[in-house]
């Protein structure tokens, strides 16, 4: 799930002349970047969004979106977000916190009680990756059993009833399974599907109308298609995980004017309150007292 895709979705934040436009100059250098960096690379397209002032000032895609048939890339076509997804699970659970529906420090068990040592784990060793969770992805490619769909519930029984990696809070792991986990709470907690509540309580208020939901199909013939490469081989289209694999891990797909709006309300704190935007925000410790560099669904 931490796969770097061959298509690229970029934010730039760049800090500029107090105008409210970017100038030409400043356009002119931005796409002199993007196309090195494709050049260099060898990536088919990019697509970027540059916020200046708070507000979404310059968007432009390069590139083609697909080789065959040649299509040019647009601002408009929505790119697979991967594990970034993980930053809209982490404030789902952070907006049900605020509700009162939940709270970080609840046990697993609260919400489903048949897991390993659930009555141990809590919701934000979860979302910091330390609850010792197996990953049930640890690999950057699709294997060929995950081609077949999957249920949540599934991905649960084989992984999140095993042993534990480690105790809870003594060790940093990523594991997707934490997160599979998590939006499995989201949706008992909020009494919706996951997407529901997502759409409801993030999308529609910052205006991020072009989401798309990318666990059960791929993105359609108007959006970017995912490419890869064996070695030094050619481009070929990246291989599509059967449905179930990705929920609330990695389901995500937008264009990068949408993804701006969000680092837009993250910068602005517009969303959700204060102290939330603290708790995903501060580097969680192991019992140890050492650091994991790691947030709720963020690196830090």
């Known amino acids: 799930m931490r796969r770097l895709s061959l298509i690229a979705t970029l934010l730039l934040f760049i800090s500029v002349s107090a105008q409210a436009q970017l100038s030409q100059e400043t356009k002119d250098a931005i796409d002199k970047l993007a196309h090195d960096t494709l050049a260099r690379t060898g990536v088919p397209s990019a697509s970027i969004a540059v916020v200046k002032d708070g507000q ?4 432009k895609a390069y590139g083609d979106s697909r080789l065959e048939p040649k299509t040019p890339a647009t601002a408009e076509m929505r790119y697979s977000i991967g594990s970034i997804s993980k930053q809209f699970t982490a404030a789902a659970i952070l907006l049900l916190q605020e509700q009162g529906k939940l709270s970080l420090d609840d046990k697993v068990s609260k919400f489903i009680p048949d897991l390993t040592r659930a009555n141990e ?4 060793q979860l979302l910091s990756h330390t609850s010792g969770y197996q990953d049930y992805w640890p690999q950057d490619y699709v294997m060929p059993d995950m081609l077949k769909p999957v249920t949540s519930q599934k991905i649960l029984d084989t992984w999140a ?3 534990l990696d480690f105790d809870p809070g003594t060790k940093w792991q990523y594991s997707n399974t934490n997160y599979v986990i998590a ?3 989201i949706e008992k907690a909020s009494g919706m599907p996951m997407l529901k509540f997502l759409s409801e309580k ?6 991020m109308k072009s989401v798309a939901d990318i666990d059960q199909e791929r993105l359609g ?3 970017a298609v995912g490419y890869m490469r064996y070695g030094l081989g050619p481009l070929r289209p990246a291989v599509k995980e059967g449905p179930g694999w990705l929920f609330a891990a990695g389901e995500l797909a937008m264009p990068a004017a949408d993804l701006a709006r969000w680092d837009i309300s993250i910068m602005d704190r517009k969303l959700m309150k204060p102290a939330s935007y603290r708790e995903m925000e501060t580097e969680v410790q ?3 007292g050492l650091g994991t560099r790691y947030g709720l669904g963020v690196s830090l």
């Open 121 to 124: 784990v809590t919701i934000r």
């Open 202 to 207: 993030i999308f529609t208020p910052l205006g």
């Open 56 to 59: 979404v000032v310059y968007v």
């Open 221 to 223: 013939d108007t959006d």
């Open 161 to 163: 009833r095993k042993a």
């Open 183 to 185: 939006g499995l709470i």
């Open 286 to 288: 192991l019992k140890s």
